[in-house]
């Protein structure tokens, strides 16, 4: 497991972060569970494993803090990028089996004596059907071009809309699937409402989860400062294209509400400035609130992009 010198480095990493390389072409948050355990290899000491994972993938990693034994891991990125960093997370969990030389948790050995590994993805319930398919027959096709084992949930994760999906085989055969999946997710965004998924802490302890997601939308203006007391505030701006805005405000602003009671951040629009052609969104809150109310407004940005200008 980390350490907490470890965890500390993960945590100015993650806070370091900017999204500059990402908003050329359309990006996407993957999310997913993982023992504390293996959190603790891919972070490395003092935290350079997942540095170096960032720089070979060109994908944002983060690790949500967390008291309970999984974690999330929200991985950002292009779908190149994506893949790439659960490559190189699959790589490092068959190379942790190897040093060990026995089978450990999410692992398993192939027929063919080959080492077979699991990740558990978060996926909300609206793009599991797309990722099924029509009688199955895109999670069939997906199985057949990959050779890995993908099996999704028949019920939420507790107090969510979202679902498990467990895909399990070789790190190659995983990485093909987690190209098909970004593929699926990229064409079919997620509807309705949305409810992330917390793992459940121990009693008496709370959990938050540290969620980035993608922002095609997003101008990195970023500022992270220590309040006198409780934890860290962080203020980040968006710029969201006027034709774009009234999806994120609702009807009556309904909308916005709806994403400020559900991620806790304070979320502030300015007003149309002269003939600019966007709107400036300010979000502070905590880490936690903020990446969800990001996530939330990236969501009802896509889906409104494409509903606009994929049917033209």
Do not use: W
Not at 34 to 54: E, Q
Not at 56 to 61: D, F, L, P, T, V
């Amino acid at each position: 497991m980390a350490t907490p010198d470890d965890e500390a480095a993960l945590q100015m990493s993650q806070e370091a972060e900017t999204p500059e390389d990402l908003i050329t072409e359309p990006v996407l948050s993957i999310r997913m569970l993982m023992s504390s355990r293996d959190v603790g290899s891919i972070i490395g000491k003092g935290g350079i494993t997942i540095k170096t994972f960032r720089e070979q993938s060109g994908a944002r990693i983060n690790i949500s803090n967390s008291t309970s034994s999984e974690r999330l891991v929200t991985i950002t990125g292009n779908r190149e990028s994506i893949c790439k960093a659960f490559e190189a997370i699959g790589v490092k969990i068959e190379q942790d089996q190897a040093a060990l030389k026995q089978p450990i948790e999410g692992m398993g050995v192939g027929v063919d004596g080959s080492t077979t590994i699991s990740f558990r993805l978060v996926i909300q319930t609206s793009q599991c059907g797309s990722l099924i398919g029509k009688g199955g027959s895109k999670i069939k096709e997906i199985r057949e071009k990959t050779g890995a084992s993908i099996q999704v949930a028949g019920e939420t994760l507790p107090n969510s809309t979202e679902r498990a999906v467990t895909i399990s085989g070789s790190h190659n055969a995983l990485t093909m699937a987690i190209s098909q999946i970004t593929n699926i997710m990229l064409e079919n965004p997620p509807r309705g409402p949305f409810i992330p998924y917390k793992p459940h802490a121990p009693p008496n302890q709370t959990f938050q989860p540290r969620v980035t997601p993608s922002l095609p939308y997003q101008a990195p203006y970023a500022a992270n400062f220590q309040t006198a007391a409780g934890p860290a505030t962080t203020t980040q701006q968006m710029r969201i294209p006027n034709d774009l805005i009234g999806c994120v405000i609702g009807r009556k602003g309904q909308k916005i509400h709806e994403i400020r009671v559900t991620s806790g951040a304070q979320i502030k629009i300015a007003n149309s400035e002269g003939e600019s052609t966007d709107r400036l969104v300010t979000i502070t809150g905590t880490p936690e609130a903020v990446g969800m109310a990001q996530y939330l407004i990236n969501s009802s940005c896509t889906l409104e992009y494409r509903a606009k200008y994929n049917s033209s």
